[in-house]
């Protein structure tokens, strides 16, 4: 019941760790998860698993760079419920390529989904926090965005951005009681993997301690923990959870 009467939204929680977040949150009672993604099917059928599971949750089609998109959601959630508690940043991609054959199309996405969504979903919720004087804000980074890495300069620049953004926003909201952290998944078994090779997938078990891939579900336990009161004193954190990754 951790979440108990909270109104929570997850971006890109169609599929992989946004979708076991909605699971997890709406298992922790929260008053309604709202599940947005650019996938349809996907909000779908993830909206269709925790109601049949007992849980409440709405579906939003949601391109986290399209603010009208985002304006309804939120919209729709301040009409139903008069308040937005926690706002979890999780949506992302990766397109990766050396530097030295990374065109601007490729640049130019990574950093509009990974970090300018994360503002503009940020930005159309921070008055309502404000007003509220409470909310939790948690931004998906990654260890990317704690050492870089090869052939992910895109990648690396969003996943540090959002770093950041969070720091900043501790700063900014700290007193009007909004926190702002983030999260640094690892290597998690979702399908950002789909097209990586087995023999990529072996080297990548190889730099972590546990020695093995994390589950959606590790990093949703942390989202789920950062959205609660149990960490209320924790703000501008930066939560690497990756079995101990060396990259
Ligand atoms: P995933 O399985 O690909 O799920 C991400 C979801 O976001 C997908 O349903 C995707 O839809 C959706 N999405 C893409 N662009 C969007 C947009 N513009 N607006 C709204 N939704 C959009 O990825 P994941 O592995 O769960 O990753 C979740 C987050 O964790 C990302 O920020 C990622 O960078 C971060 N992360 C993941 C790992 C990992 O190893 N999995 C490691 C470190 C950090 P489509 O599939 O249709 O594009």
């Known amino acids: ?30 008053k309604v998860v ?6 349809t099917e996907a909000v779908e059928k993830t909206v269709k698993e925790i109601k049949e599971a007992g849980g ?7 391109d986290v760079t399209d603010k009208d998109d985002i304006q309804d959601m939120v919209d729709c959630l301040m009409d139903k419920y ?18 030295h054959k990374m065109d601007e199309d490729r640049y ?6 990974n970090l300018k969504g994360t503002y503009l979903c940020t930005k159309a919720v921070v008055d ?16 990317v965005g704690i050492y870089g890495n090869f052939g992910q300069t895109n990648y690396a620049a969003s996943k540090f ?10 700063k900014e909201l700290g007193r009007k009681g ?25 080297s990548m078990e190889k730099k972590v301690s546990l020695g093995r891939l994390g589950e959606p579900e590790e990093i949703a336990n942390v989202y789920a923990f950062l959205a609660s009161d149990e960490s209320s004193y924790i703000t501008g954190a930066v939560i690497d959870v990756s079995g101990d990754t060396t990259l």
């Open 82 to 99: 008069g308040k937005v508690d926690v706002l979890v940043n999780n949506a992302g991609i990766i397109m990766d390529a050396q530097l």
């Open 56 to 62: 409440e949750a709405i579906g939003f089609e949601v």
């Open 161 to 170: 951005g959002v770093v950041g953004m969070a720091k900043s926003w501790a």
């Open 178 to 202: 909004i926190r702002a952290n983030v999260v640094c998944p690892g290597f998690i078994a979702t399908s950002i993997l789909d097209d990586m090779p087995e023999k990529v997938i072996k």
């Open 34 to 39: 709202a599940v947005c993604d650019i996938d």
């Open 128 to 143: 309502i926090m404000r007003e509220q004087e409470s909310g939790s804000i948690i931004n998906t980074s990654s260890i």
């Open 1 to 30: 019941m951790r979440l108990k009467d909270k109104v929570c939204i997850i971006t890109g929680s169609g599929k992989g760790i946004g979708a076991a977040a909605a699971k997890k949150f709406a298992e922790e009672k929260a």
């Open 108 to 113: 130019d996405k990574v950093i509009d989904i």
